[in-house]
């Protein structure tokens, strides 16, 4: 065992739960680590091995650990998880072996339902990932996406695994550009429902739905600031479709671009929500453009290839979008900062609709290929494609919003 290295030992002990130590280290983000697995065990069928397989290929897709089945490794997975009376438990450790001290301790219970034993196992996969890297995970998180499975495009949401699909709207029409608030408790997008496009709030807890743009003409791409207080969106009802901001509490409009002979299009935040980012077509091709929040000239973010589109604004500060070159749409990241960039996907297919997890490490994107729209996770420093839904999931899907938590 190389002294550098880490380990962790995740073991059924019974014991009392031990508070997580402090985190003392933060692994760099292109840092892989060997995880031998073999030594967790577990009840056979069930429950057990529902939390086993779900937490196994959490770590996977993490893009922190190579999993290995035996022999040397940089970490070391022990443990178990049991049925009990009350449901399944878990019980947890996690050591650096160098030095023995002790990063994780922790005990962790739930009903032996199939969500909320592959709830729990998301929650313990972050935590590990947490311990050990320094960095979020983000097992836990949701996605919200459209798909026509029912022969109209209506909002769905999954698990960050594509596990637990379910379909959140029944407008039957077309369903647009779902966009998660920042406590992941509501979402915006447009439906045509009323035979115009508009901008509803649904929360998720109640069901219930408002409608907050029904202007003459075009009401799209409606984003929440991160407080939640307040959404950017693109309205055509003073002309061309331009850039507004609408208070969410008091309903006060604000308009930011004025653009006789161009139009705006998807506006996203940044961290600090100080800025949006937003396509516009005033220079004759859709370009990626920077704003302060409280108005004020744009800035022009991009120049290389004929279109760059659907930016999403990461908590790591960077920004993601599609740039449409050699006849295909593919996915970079760009340093708003430095106005460095980073090409991410690179098959001959269309990549689109990019929008970031909250661990700035990962992108879901929408893929189309062959005349299908599929989703698919790339982890942005390892360059792996993940399909989000099996093949076997009929209709096309797109859209997709990775929730902030």
């Known amino acids: 065992m190389k002294l550098w290295g880490w380990m962790v030992v995740i073991v059924l002990i019974g014991m009392q739960s031990v508070a997580p130590a402090q985190v003392r280290v933060t692994k760099a983000m292109n840092e892989v680590s060997s995880l031998d697995i073999s030594q967790f065990v577990g009840q056979s069928g069930g429950a057990p091995t529902v939390f086993r397989q779900t937490l196994e290929a959490d770590l996977k897709a993490s893009g922190w650990f190579s999993l290995a089945g035996g022999g040397r490794a940089e970490f070391s997975l022990l443990g178990e998880a049991a049925l009990v009376r009350a449901g399944l438990e878990v019980r947890c450790e996690a050591y650096n072996v160098a030095s023995r001290e002790k990063l994780l301790g922790k005990t962790y219970n739930t009903n032996a339902t199939d969500r909320e034993v592959r709830r729990l196992a998301h929650k313990v996969a972050d935590d590990i ?17 459209i798909g026509n499975r029912t022969g109209k495009k209506e909002v769905y949401l999954c698990d960050a695994d594509g596990q637990n699909l379910r379909q959140l709207t029944r407008d039957n029409t077309i369903s647009m550009a779902p966009k998660w608030s920042p406590d992941g408790s509501r979402f915006v997008y447009t439906s045509f429902r009323s035979h115009f496009p508009d901008v ?19 009401n799209a791409s409606a984003a929440f600031s991160p407080d939640g207080r307040e959404v ?36 996203a935040w940044s961290p600090d929500g100080r800025q949006i980012v937003f396509v516009s077509d005033r220079s004759g091709t859709p370009q990626l453009y920077v704003m302060d929040r409280s108005g004020g000239e744009p800035r022009r973010l991009t120049s290389r290839g004929s279109q760059n589109v659907d930016p999403d ?4 500060g ?5 740039s449409y070159i050699g006849r295909v749409y593919q996915v970079f990241v760009m340093n708003p900062a430095t106005m460095e960039f980073k090409q991410v996907t690179r098959e001959d297919a269309n990549y689109e609709d990019p929008s970031w997890a909250p661990d700035g490490r990962h992108i879901v994107c929408t893929r189309t290929a062959n005349y299908r729209s599929r989703i698919f996770m790339v982890d942005t420093l390892g360059g792996s494609l993940i399909p989000l839904l099996p093949e076997s999931e009929r209709g096309d899907w797109v859209a997709p919003n990775w929730s902030k938590q």
Do not use: F, Q
């Not at 990932?129 to 996406?145: D, E, N, Q, W």
């Not at 003073?238 to 705006?264: C, V």
């Open 129 to 145: 990932v947490l311990a050990l890297t320094g960095h979020k995970g983000m097992a836990s998180t949701r996605i919200l996406l």
């Open 200 to 218: 509803y709030l649904v929360n998720l807890d109640t069901g219930d739905r408002k409608c907050i743009a029904n202007y003459p003409g075009l």
């Open 232 to 267: 950017a969106l693109i309205l055509s009802k003073d002309g061309n479709p331009d850039l507004y901001i609408k208070n969410l509490a008091g309903g006060t409009l604000t308009r930011l671009t004025n653009t006789s002979r161009a139009a705006e299009a998807s506006p």
């Open 313 to 316: 604004w990461g908590a790591n």
């Open 318 to 322: 960077y920004i993601a979008y599609c």
